[in-house]
């Protein structure tokens, strides 16, 4: 039986959770595409110092596609603290073994390929570009906010996010989509995790050319300085308007969520999205989804996997 070529594109925590219930559907040969226009904390310390492409999203991926936790991957998420004096404080160990690895190597993708094979990935993880790059956003009044760390903490709306120069995609990211049977964004920051990969030209062609599902996982709730008053519509239609292509199935967390979660979340100005009951021009899904054991809202990678076994086996 002929696999089939599953494409993610997002990045931040959310891809890496989608992922991990992914990985472990024996009959789908997967891909993520991750953003690096990421340019905070070490990420974007590294970034600057050595010129390279952003990978922290990258290690996130790296370590929700490894097959098994180990004392490796637990070190990848390593972060050094308590040094307040040192250059090294802030910086994350995945991090700086990537950036050793591109520096000894000339080549982020094999630096990439490298510790993919040590951790034993399942998976393939190709930058959405090779390029350093920065994301710039423009809000509905005209001021333009530069940087991607900067844009949720405008108190404003987003209208779009863009980049100023031209932005080459990575082959390997354009060639997995032209081989992919579904394409699923998410689940994460709508504006500066997913739409970062959208709006590359290269990307968004080889999107519209395609024939595969384009699914789109929707976020639990609102991020405050991105999402703020959205609903389920609002998501998808910024990534239509961003991709210039539709979507052809939304995959909505219906659960309902603890009153204790809910004042939590509201401490900090952020909502549950919305799916109101009437007919959309994309299928929805609406399943149980989430886990709320650590008084968070998060995407349990079990019933994930379960959700996209379901869809995937109905075609």
Known sequence: MKKLHVVVLGGG??????????????HIKLTAIVTVADDGGSTGRLRRQFHIPAM????????ALAES???LSKLMSYRFQNHPDSEISGHNLGNLMLTALTESSGNFMEAIASISKVLNVKGRIVPSSLQVITLYAQMVDGTIVRGETNIPNMNNRISRVYYEEEVVASRQAVEAIQQADVILYGIGSLYTSICPNLIIKDIQNAIIASKAKKVYVCNAMSQPGETDGYDMNDHVQAIVKHSQCQVDTVIF?????PEDVLLRYQKMKS????????KYSYEVIKKSMLDFSDGLVRHDPLKVQQVFEELLHKG
């Open 271 to 278: 909502h549950p999205i919305s799916c109101f009951d009437r």
């Open 69 to 71: 936790e180990t004392l």
């Open 13 to 26: 925590t959310g891809q890496a959770t989608l992922l991990r219930g992914l990985k472990n559907l024996d």
């Open 56 to 63: 922290g999203d990258i290690r996130n991926v790296m370590v």
């Open 253 to 257: 967390a219906d659960d309902n969520l």
